[in-house]
């Protein structure tokens, strides 16, 4: 795969995301203008980061699970693509993205740790880049396509490695950072501006949207595999 037909597909990818994008951006940045600047409202933040508190990670687990597993299930099952073995695919969605989401919530709590909890610019820029430039192409995204290329090969390992190619690695891969980069920037700008107890439920939102993105991606890749 030439790196030109990389930055095409990119550049491809990156525009059928952007209006979605732009979307779920606004509609983050409106929670977080609508939590410091409107307190009236502060009360259901604080009750949602009360029961983030009391749960700790299970209330990731169960967070991301709904709105990074559940809700892709549903979607797929309504369009008719889950026919065979769907309770195997929502118990692969929701054990997956439970994972996920605790996971994610580490993250938080070391860069809480590394950088600290405040929201002035000095703080948010290295989170930012930690999460962005070395957890999203280094962990998640090999865990996500991974994890998926085994769900679309019957969760056969034996089917799975033949599909473990250069262009998986080096073109698909980057594909989806690149991806992930068009909603994830500005979205964890946003959720590290918020405190520690919000930013799980803010990326849970977020996860909605993206996972959904991940499905019309991973989808793609089989259809074009298939017709190699």
């Known amino acids: 795969m030439s790196f030109r037909t990389f930055l095409h597909e990119a550049k491809q990818a990156a525009r059928a995301n952007l209006v979605p994008g ?3 951006q606004a509609i983050a940045a409106s929670l977080l203008a609508a939590y410091y600047f409107q307190p009236s409202l502060r009360p259901g933040f604080e009750w949602v980061a009360g029961i983030k508190q009391e749960w700790g990670y299970a209330y990731s687990a169960l967070a991301t699970a709904i709105s990074g597993g559940l809700v892709p299930f549903i979607y797929l099952w309504a369009r ?3 026919r065979e073995g769907a309770g195997r695919t929502l118990v692969f969605y929701l054990a997956f993205w439970a994972i996920m989401g605790m996971e994610v919530d580490l993250l938080y709590r070391l860069q809480g740790l590394l950088f600290g909890q405040g929201s002035d610019v000095g703080t948010l820029i290295p989170k930012v ?3 962005q430039f070395l957890f ?3 962990c998640s995204t090999p865990q996500i396509t991974l994890a998926y290329l085994w769900k679309s ?5 034996a089917k799975m ?7 998986l690695f080096f073109h698909d ?7 992930a980069w068009l909603v994830w920037i500005p979205a964890v700008s946003i959720i590290y501006a918020l405190p520690a107890s919000l930013q799980i439920p803010m990326f849970s939102l977020v996860l909605c949207f993206w996972s959904l993105l991940v499905e019309v991606i991973n989808a793609r890749r089989e259809r074009r595999s298939a017709a190699a």
């Open 22 to 24: 732009l979307i779920l």
């Open 80 to 82: 008719g693509s889950v």
């Open 129 to 131: 880049m930690a999460d």
């Open 136 to 138: 999203t192409p280094f």
């Open 153 to 157: 090969n019957g969760y056969s390992f």
């Open 161 to 167: 490695r033949p599909k473990l190619t250069s262009s």
């Open 173 to 179: 891969m980057p594909c989806m950072v690149v991806s």
